[in-house]
């Protein structure tokens, strides 16, 4: 999944020298080698993270037990997009987004240096780290690619978030291939510590880079005050030793266990979006069409979930029946089973463009579907995939190993899925906020991906050894299509409560 953030406000270019990066200011070049090796640390590591983990897969991981692997991937996984909130917070009232990036960058590539590390506590603190750099360099650097061009009328301006796209999708492709080699066939920390190179090349030329990237970019947009730093810094000291005393006691007891952090987090990603939401739709300042708005939003919003509680499992259950159910050849060439994790991307990049062209085109003829009929069709994309991944789990039974034509067919289903969810996903999010709330939006949106990363973590707990079963890719799919059934059915109330937004 990849996703940008569009910043609307005006910047002089800061390309005066003339130097330009494929027509597109110079500092475009910088945030697209930056965002590229980010994400080719980020997916390579990912690719490795539960096949070292889970129990019975390879030699040398940490021997969890299939459930608990996969919820500590989606809970991981979930972080990672709840932390942008603050991560865009820091950058807006603190530090300014070029220097949260930079800070954030150089966490994410101490962490997975953590994860190369072989005591178990180290790896755990590195999942930690990256998720918090994560959160940093997420929110901030997509709106630095905005901050490159005159205003939100600059023609270039969608060319440069294509390019910025690719980027994405580029370093999520080649990861696999190269970390997952490394970590399968050589040693699991050398493939984490690859994954820490990656980032370090990144962050080395970011900053080196750094001169071409708007002025702009270095401005604390809404600084605090002295009063509302200390007055934040006593809440943050109250809940850390809060949090502190609870699990010392808990350690105390001698009962501390990895259920006593993946629970609660679980737990926490799926009611502070709701709390969150439920907030921004009772305030009295909102008209009654932005509630009305908000109220049909809330409809996109629980559907993304259900979406991305199937989707991001692509690296967790997907890649386990890859490893333990895949014949890993093809015409006589072997290869690892984390390269199944470059479909997705390699899809992207194919069938992106497709769609670009596809939407144009219908809507040239006024047979654009709407909104909500896109969003249900993705529901029912993604709910097929696991109805698909049912029929291939049940052609492994009995410890078959099944062509890899499978997986690809399913990478391939949730990718059609994805492109007609996600980027409608995005444009909803900024044609429905309130003006209060444009662009905390945005922050909402991911939090579809953190409570539905965090319903998967809970169903996987909560299932245990039927993890990965028959009935269990078979209920889930269920479930999303008829979410997409549900869709289609209400879709005419959910067009009204949109008022003049289609």
Same mark, same amino acid.
């Given at each position: 999944m990849a996703s940008t953030t569009l910043d609307v406000g005006t910047a002089p270019n800061p390309t005066s020298s003339g130097q330009t990066f494929?027509?597109?200011?110079?500092?475009?070049?910088?945030l697209f080698m930056t965002e590229m090796w980010e994400r080719f640390s980020f997916y390579g590591m990912r690719a490795l993270l539960v096949l070292y983990m889970a129990a019975g897969v390879s030699e040398g991981g940490l021997g969890m037990q299939v459930a608990t692997a996969g919820a500590v991937y989606s809970v991981y996984n979930a972080m990672v997009y709840l932390l942008a909130l603050p991560g865009g917070w820091i950058a807006d009232r603190f530090l300014g987004a070029r220097k949260t990036v930079a800070i954030g960058g150089g966490v994410i590539m101490l962490g997975h240096f953590a994860l190369a590390l072989p005591p178990q506590a180290t790896f755990f603190a590195g999942l930690g780290l990256i998720a918090i750099g994560s959160g940093l360099l997420k929110a901030n650097i997509s709106t630095m690619v905005g901050h490159l061009y005159d205003g939100p009328n600059d023609p270039r301006r969608d060319g440069g978030f294509t390019i910025f796209y690719m980027g994405i999708n580029l370093g999520a492709f080649v990861a696999p291939l190269v970390i997952g080699t490394v970590g399968e066939k050589v040693d699991w920390h050398l493939g984490f510590a690859l994954a820490g190179v990656g980032m370090a090349i990144g962050l080395l030329?970011?900053?080196?880079?750094?001169?071409? @990237?708007s002025e702009r970019s270095s401005v604390v947009s809404a600084p605090m005050s002295a009063d509302e730093k200390r007055s934040m810094l006593r809440k943050v000291a109250l809940w850390l030793a809060a949090a502190v005393v609870c699990y010392a006691a808990v350690a105390l007891s001698g009962r501390l266990s990895l259920g006593w952090v993946i629970w609660p987090l679980s737990v926490a990603g799926i009611v502070i979006p709701v709390v969150y939401f439920a907030r921004l739709r009772r305030d009295k300042d909102l008209t009654p069409d932005e509630k009305s708005k908000m109220s049909g939003y809330?409809?996109?919003?629980?559907?993304?979930a259900v979406f991305w509680m199937i989707y991001d499992q692509s690296g967790s259950t997907l890649n386990l029946f890859a490893k333990n159910s895949t014949d890993l050849s093809v015409l006589g060439f072997s290869f690892p089973s984390s390269w199944f994790q470059s479909l997705n991307p390699l899809y992207i990049m194919a069938l992106a463009p497709v769609f670009a062209w596809l939407w144009i085109w219908l809507d040239r003829r006024r047979q654009n579907p709407s909104t909500t009929v896109k969003f249900a069709f993705g529901l029912l994309m993604i709910g097929g995939?696991? @109805?698909v991944m049912m029929l291939a789990m049940a052609a492994a039974s009995g410890g078959t190993k099944v062509t890899p034509l499978w997986l690809a067919l399913v990478y391939f289903v949730q990718t059609v899925g994805e492109l007609t969810l996600s980027p409608v996903g995005l444009s909803v999010t900024t044609k429905l906020a309130p003006a209060k709330y444009a662009s905390q939006m945005m922050g909402i949106w991911f939090l579809a991906v953190t409570a539905g990363d965090c319903t998967a973590s809970i169903i996987q707990l909560l299932v245990g050894d039927s993890t990965g079963s028959t009935?269990?890719?078979a209920s889930q799919g269920l479930l999303a299509v008829l979410a997409g059934v549900a869709l289609l059915m209400y879709r005419k109330k959910v067009v009204r409560l949109m008022g003049d937004v289609h």
């Open positions: 494929l027509g597109h200011p110079r500092g475009l070049a910088t030329q970011y900053l080196l880079g750094s001169r071409h @990237l809330a409809w996109f919003f629980v559907a993304a995939s696991f @109805l009935w269990y890719f």
